[in-house]
């Protein structure tokens, strides 16, 4: 299910609906969809402040699937988010070099912007502009790592041009580019098929069914890149 990410106008439930669709489709059922009880209200008090709305809302309907959130970063539980240099620490990238964070200042908003903290915590980035939005896109770089049988490959092609050639012939999905390292993540295909680009040469297809898995294979041979690894269910 990838039918578009609703701009902050058009309500957190159409963004939640989006990430019941993702999980379903890319993750299978998994595990319990909610938080413990009270998981939150010990957090808030530990804290000192009350959480957005919105990140009540993704703890409370889809915080047990570990098996989706932390395929490969880390959406914090409750008991470990954090405060620093002025935010709120909701999330970490896998080899702790990026964060993902709230702005205390902003967290009176229902569904608060989400900027990414590097190292240097001067160089501030907005990586989505609400949580909701935040929980889509981390849901669609992980299907590359999900745990159900998919179709799935990989590559680094010799030079950007190699990527560009595939990618011109597969629609953008309607996500925002992905403020990641020097380069943005941008992501390419519709309901069935997520084509992820990373630094220009970095290249991983992944599919529900073979037809466009294929389509993409053939796309690649024809630009001239060697997938490092291909893999079909079965």
Not at 112 to 123: G, I
Request: hydrophobic share 45%; glycine share 8%.
């Amino acid at each position: 299910m990838i039918v578009g990410v609703p701009n902050s106008g058009s309500g957190r439930e159409a963004r939640w609906r989006q990430v019941a669709g993702l999980l379903s489709d890319w993750y299978g059922d998994g595990s319990a969809p909610t938080t413990k009880p009270g998981e939150l209200d010990r957090a808030e008090a530990r804290l000192g402040f009350a959480l957005p709305a919105a990140l009540h809302e993704l703890h409370e309907r889809f915080g047990q699937r570990t098996d989706a959130w932390n395929v490969q970063d880390v959406l914090y539980a409750p008991h470990e988010l954090c405060v620093d240099q002025g935010h709120l620490v909701i999330a970490c990238e896998n080899q702790g070099v990026h964060r993902w964070a709230i702005p205390l200042a902003a967290l009176r908003d229902p569904d608060p912007a989400v900027v990414l903290l590097a190292d240097d915590e001067r160089n501030l980035r907005q990586a989505a502009p609400s949580i909701g939005d935040l929980a889509i896109w981390w849901l669609l770089l992980g299907v590359k790592n999900s745990r159900r049988a998919l179709f799935r490959a990989y590559g680094v092609a010799a030079h950007e041009s190699v990527c560009s050639a595939i990618v011109e012939h597969l629609p953008r999905l309607p996500v925002p580019d992905i403020p990641w390292y020097s380069e943005p993540v941008r992501l390419y295909g519709d309901a069935n098929l997520v084509v992820e680009r990373m630094e220009g040469v970095w290249l991983s297809a992944t599919a529900l069914d073979s037809r466009p898995f294929e389509r993409v294979l053939e796309l690649a041979k024809a630009a001239g890149l060697e997938w490092e690894q291909v893999e079909r269910p079965g």
